[in-house]
């Protein structure tokens, strides 16, 4: 049975209401939490939704450059380089990485991002190389890079692997085919998706690659 989790904690969001569950057994089965339950009413996705991450970059590195430098915090400025060549190396398009980042922790302005270099809300796990001060329930990284890369691994080696090569179907929408092993989980829903996640993470796509090559 696995030890670790892989799923993100969506920035702003907490837990018990709506009941959130980002450690599951390697099952896929999730456990409720919380005594109240508000089903999400969304119905429809936006377009990015359905495009496949698997692949060469579908932004520069200047397009990736110039959206850094007016969305994210100070830690990432300067992290362009990384989210395109790792996108390279990983075939993960880096406008999809820079979106979960901007879904969970503002792009590297809240959440554990400046003591743990973890952009991603990922959870402990093998994947980590640090020690996260105040907040061991989330992995930590030495470094930008490791907390960067450590996301390309984890996408690469457990969602694309198993099928999960769209937001839609990393996040369990409803009609993508999966209803388990989703990177964030409401089980107020079912499928049990995120559904702040499943409209911030395309809409954040969109407008990476949409975004001018001009800072």
Not at 9 to 30: A, F, M, Q, R
Not at 78 to 98: E, R, V
């Amino acid at each position: 049975e696995k030890n670790f989790v892989v799923y993100g904690v969506p920035d702003g969001e907490s837990l018990p209401s709506p009941k959130k569950v980002y450690t599951i057994p390697s099952t896929g089965t999730t456990t409720s939490i919380g005594s109240s339950c508000v089903p999400s009413q969304t119905t429809s996705f936006p377009s990015a939704s359905y495009n496949t991450i698997a692949g060469q970059p579908s932004v520069t590195l200047a397009q990736i450059n110039s959206y850094l430098s007016k969305n994210a915090g100070m830690s990432l400025q300067n992290a362009g380089s990384l989210f395109y060549n790792l996108g390279k190396q990983y075939t993960i398009d880096p406008a999809f990485a820079i979106g979960v980042a901007q879904a969970e922790t503002s792009l590297g302005a809240s959440g554990n991002t400046v003591a743990c270099n973890n952009f991603f809300n990922i959870k402990s796990s093998p994947l980590q190389t640090g020690t996260c001060s105040g907040n061991t329930a989330f992995a930590s990284f030495n470094s930008v890079s490791d907390g960067i890369e450590a996301f390309y691994k984890l996408i690469s080696t457990e969602y694309i692997t198993n099928g999960q090569n769209t937001p839609a179907k990393i996040g369990c929408f409803p009609n993508s085919g999966f209803s388990t092993h989703c990177y964030c989980v409401d089980t107020c829903n079912s499928p049990p998706f995120c559904s702040s996640w499943s409209q911030n993470v395309p809409n954040f796509i969109a407008s990476v690659t949409s975004t001018s090559s001009a800072a």
